[in-house]
């Protein structure tokens, strides 16, 4: 399906879908998106799956089911991009040229940048609900947990796919355990890339104060190199402090790995791509830095801000002006400011919504409520009002949302 696209879409996930809905609510034709997966994930909900709390048929839907009504599928993935000439050869080897270009492909999950991780994954209690083929798995190995038991969970290095995903399953982990009436009984652990629970001041002093109250042992620093599924140990190498360097090995009965991230590599081999891999756009406009007819946002984007699907939902109507803008000779708008939304789920039936822009502000939706406090409220957000917002609002091209609170106050610690 070679030939020539007014707006040409590299990726069919949440970026790419609610870009081309935008589009066409406002009369927008001559769009294709490129997307080779049949199947689309709400992928927010993976961490209640791997907790046996969603199906994980709920977060499956055909991608063609999906796709706005007037913008063309192609079934394919970009392989390699010329912006010099304004085209994309996909890897069926068609060519595609554009008048515009969006790139949201979305990240690599790099399972093989730690040794031995691929091969142990799903089984042996190896388990990561960042895989949709292994999420279930998950909620298996929590329920082999037994007295006696030892539980490691992993953050791996920045940046990745929600910064708050690796410890939401630790603290519901910790839940099954007490339901249980073994939590005294099983070790829970918890291994760090960076030297702070979570990113955000305000919302690292409430987990650091919920991991102790969970009695979880936290380990900063510390970065999974290797796991030896028969000897069932992780490896890790200590990454900062006195000891900088040194290895230290860790048995376990339940290993949850947030794996490694990266860009796809036909971003990180193109001329869009920093020297990071990611595609280099600004951090207010998404429009790329030296493609002026370019934009990027979602997962793939160098922008700065936390990897979330609420952040896909307030990149894409910037985008969106930034393109019908260039078609007019309008100026550019620099409307993104970072926000980012990462519902922390504390236990079975608590969450708290962490909300923030660039710089770690915090910049709560809710008024009058503490964004620091777990809630029932927050739980029902994440469970149950999230995912409807994303099916019937944001994949279909609506925009409109509370504003955030840029002029929130937080309380002094």
Known sequence: MAGHRKILIIGGGAAGITVAASLRRRGIGGIAIVEPSDTHYYQPAFTLVGAGIYDLAKTRRSTDSLIPSGVARIKAAASAFDPESNSVTLSNGDK???????????????????????????????????????????????KALKPGSRAVFTQPPLPFKCPGAPQKIVYLTVDDLKRRGIRDQVEVEYYVHAPVIFGVPFFARQLAKIAEACGVKLSYQHNLVAVDSPAKTAIFEIVGGEKQGQRVTVPYDML????????????????????????????????????????SLGDVASSPNSKTAAAVRKQAPVVVRNILGLMRGAAIENGYDGY????????????????????????PTLPLLDPGK????SWWIKTSFLPVLYWSYMLKGYEWFPKHNTAFKEPVA
């Open 256 to 295: 949850h790995v947030s794996p490694p991230q990266s860009p796809p590599d036909a971003i990180k081999s193109s001329p869009l791509a920093n020297t990071a891999g990611w595609v280099e756009v600004n951090q207010n406009s998404m429009q790329h830095v030296r493609y002026a007819n370019v934009f």
């Open 374 to 377: 777990q809630r029932r409220l």
């Open 340 to 363: 980012a939304s990462c519902p922390l789920t504390t236990a079975n039936g608590k969450a708290i919504i962490a909300e923030f822009v660039y710089g770690g502000k915090v910049t």
């Open 96 to 142: 595609i040229t554009y008048d515009y270009l969006v790139v949201c492909t979305g990240l690599k999950l790099d399972w093989d940048k730690v040794e031995g991780l691929a091969d142990a994954l799903g089984h042996d209690g190896v388990c990561s609900n960042y895989s949709p083929q292994h999420v279930t798995y998950t909620w298996d190995c929590i």
